[in-house]
């Protein structure tokens, strides 16, 4: 009986010390949060300069940009999201490191690698995100217009 217990009582502490770790990984996810610093909005042959309005949480998993939250930085309203874009790797130019890059110091800025990820973030929409190691820009179609965002990286 001692030893049964004593089975259990380590089972127990081995199931409670992988939740530890396992919660530990999860919480070191990657984030980049990015903040609208400019934005063109184009339709019927016009193309017109909008202010900035948004704020970006997207989350690096495996080959895929997750956005978490699109915050309006004018009113303070968080929307939650799921919108995934799937990382192209298939390009030429990518860099297989650019899955593990960080914001980087000014000096390394121009060396850094880039992301480029699709995603439908609508039923009826296409975004192209671009992801450098200090910006993020977003190309998105809708219908009959486009906007194009750029952003800062705040993380």
């Known amino acids: 009986m001692r030893e049964r217990f004593a089975s259990m009582r380590l089972l127990l502490l081995c199931t409670a010390f992988l939740l530890c770790i396992a919660d ?19 339709s019927d042959g016009k193309m ?20 978490r939250s699109v915050r309006n ?4 309203k968080t929307e ?31 060396l850094g690698p880039v992301l480029r990820a699709i995603g439908n973030p609508g039923s009826d929409a296409v975004e192209i995100l671009f992801v450098g190691p200090d910006w993020l820009q977003s190309v998105k179609t809708v219908k009959d217009y486009m906007v194009i965002q750029r952003f800062k990286r705040l993380q």
């Open 24 to 42: 530990v990984a999860q919480s070191q996810t990657p984030t980049i949060v990015a903040r609208e610093v400019s934005g063109w909005f184009y």
């Open 80 to 110: 939650v999201d799921d919108t995934e874009y799937e990382i192209v790797t298939s390009l030429s130019s990518h860099d297989p490191t650019a899955l593990r890059f960080k914001k980087l110091a000014d000096a390394d800025r121009p």
């Open 48 to 67: 017109e300069r909008s202010e900035p309005t948004f704020e970006y949480v997207i989350e690096i998993a495996g080959d895929k940009l997750i956005r």
């Open 73 to 76: 930085i004018e009113t303070g």
